[in-house]
Structure formats: C-alpha cells, structure tokens
C-alpha cells in the first residue's frame, strides 16, 4: 500500500495538473470506486461537474481535492488509493487501461485525470470540510510528520503511555499518520530499536529519535519519488519511484546490514512481515503484553 512519500508525491502532481481547472464530465464505472460515496457513484459524478479544484491536500495515505461549488460552497473530493490506485494525467484519446475505474474530463481541454486501481481496495467520495480544511470523514486521522498540524511533543507523551510495541504504536493511524510498514521498519533500523520494544519503556528522547528518523526517510523517499516494488504505485504521469534502492531494511533479509554486517532478518508481524538488524536491533527479553497469546483461562502476561 502507498505510504506517505508515495501519496504525497501523487498529490503534487495532482497540484501541478489539475488544481485551477474545473471538472466538465465525470464518469464512474461499477460502484466499487463510490462504495465510501453512500448516495452511489452516478450521484457523485454529477455533482462533481461543474465544481472548480482550489488545492489538492493530503494527510497521511489520504488525498483530497478542494472544490468550490457552483454556488461558492466548498466540499472535499476525498480519494483513497488502498492497495493499487493510481491517479493518472493522461490525454482524452490515450488508450484506456484495463482496470479503469473513473475518468475526469475538464473544461479546459485536455489533460483529463483517470483512476485506475486493479485490486480495487481504494475509491473516491465527497465530504464536508472541518474549519481546518480537513475532509469530516477523515478527521479522526491524526496529523502526519509533515504538516504543520504535528505536534511530535504530544504524540511521545502518548507513545510513552502505551505498554504496546513501538512498531504498532508507530502504525496507529490515529496517534501519526502515513507511516506504514516500510517507513517504520526504516525508522527503527536507523534509531537501532527493535520494534517489539514496548514504548512506556523507552525514554523520550529515544522516541523522539525514532520519529525524527520517520521523517528524515519518508523526506528522503519523496525525493527519489517514493518507494515502488512493482509496476502498481506510480505518479500521475506513470512513473516509478526508486527509493527501494536505498532501503536498509525492509525487504532486504539475508543480506548484510549497512552498518555492522549482520544479515538483515525477517518476522512474522500482524500478518506481514517486518525486517531488523540482529545485532543493531536486539530484541526484547520479553515481548509486549499486547503482542503476547492469551494465557489459558483467558487472561494474559507472564506469572
């Protein structure tokens, strides 16, 4: 699934190619690409016409598109790309792609904008705006490392309160957004903690080193236009990332960790994988209550 770097860097081309145009023609396919759209995907393709696009934001792995009404009111084209959406700037005779889902046809003329998702995990659906421009259907997703919103002082004190694993803490979309499996797997191998360290255990400086290594990756990663592992994540112009190239961690076991040698190893982790240095990263003596099995009789933790 796109990460942060990866939805960040679909949104700029979102801000380049689309915002300051206004939609002619919407055409949905299916109800899938709508099914977060409860009145259904011909009522949002209608009222999607006519709308002028303002900005193109995002927070975490969620984008939007800040329309102006004809009547002046202001709504948010919300879009979720799941596991293989792609937002693609294409001209209106470009050949269609097998797994197209809506396509956007402007006033202006070409380019048009089309949604592509072969898994068709993600799809789009209009919201309400909060005072602070965020879509209401996505205000409980807390703000990400890179918005001004963050406030990284808040999210230690409330890491250090959890008896949970960093790892999990760093995934809940709900304490800091847009961090998904790869950056966090990054961020651990580069503060050399190991991800099933429980956070109320950690101090707050090494928390706060973890965060500020969240960052620095996924600003790295959008440089080099995020991560892609195979032809399903691309810009809007159809283009990969090459971050993978520079990952330390996830993804590379068995081979040699950059920094002292070890081979790079792989665990199970909420049904997939994450990927540590043995000698950089030691594991915890004890794992974390909240990753341990039920003890017998239902109740959990070690005698």
């Known amino acids: 699934m796109p990460e942060l770097p990866e939805v960040e860097v679909v949104r700029r081309g979102l801000a380049a190619h689309v915002v300051g145009r206004t939609f002619a023609r919407a055409e949905l396919r299916g109800a899938r690409v709508a099914r977060r759209h409860t009145p259904g995907p011909l009522d949002l393709a209608l009222r999607l016409e006519g709308n002028h696009v303002e900005a193109a934001r995002r927070r975490g792995k969620y984008l939007w598109l800040v329309l ?3 009547d002046g009111s202001r709504q948010g084209l919300v879009t979720h790309l799941g596991m293989s959406g ?4 294409e001209p209106a005779d470009a050949p269609e792609e097998k797994h197209l889902h809506a396509r956007f046809s402007f006033t202006d003329g070409d380019p048009e904008l089309r949604f592509v998702d072969q898994r068709t995990f993600g799809g789009m659906a209009l919201a309400e705006l909060t005072d602070a421009r965020v879509p209401e259907s996505i205000a409980h997703i807390a703000p990400d ?13 409330r890491m250090k309160s959890r008896d949970s694993a960093v790892k999990r803490a760093l995934l809940d979309q709900s304490l800091v957004s847009g961090v998904g499996n790869i950056y966090a797997d990054e961020a651990l191998w580069r503060a050399q903690v190991h991800g099933e360290r429980v956070c109320s255990a950690l101090t707050g ?3 706060n080193r973890i965060l500020d290594h969240a960052r620095e ?3 790295a990663a959008l440089g080099q236009g995020g991560t892609s592992f195979d032809a399903l994540y691309v810009n809007v112009n159809g283009a990969s990332g090459y971050f993978d190239r520079s990952l ?3 993804g590379q076991e068995g081979r040699p960790c950059d920094r002292c040698g070890a081979l790079i190893r792989r665990e199970p982790f909420m049904n997939r994988s994450s990927f540590s240095c043995p000698r950089c990263q030691p594991r915890p003596r004890r794992r974390p209550a909240a990753m341990r099995p039920p003890a017998v009789g239902g109740r959990t933790g070690e005698r």
């Open 217 to 219: 990756v996924m600003v």
């Open 86 to 89: 792609q937002l693609l700037v």
């Open 68 to 70: 102006r009404t004809p």
């Open 248 to 250: 330390h961690a996830y």
């Open 205 to 207: 400086a090494t928390l």
């Open 145 to 157: 490392p890179l918005e001004e919103a963050y406030d990284q002082a808040s999210v230690v004190r």
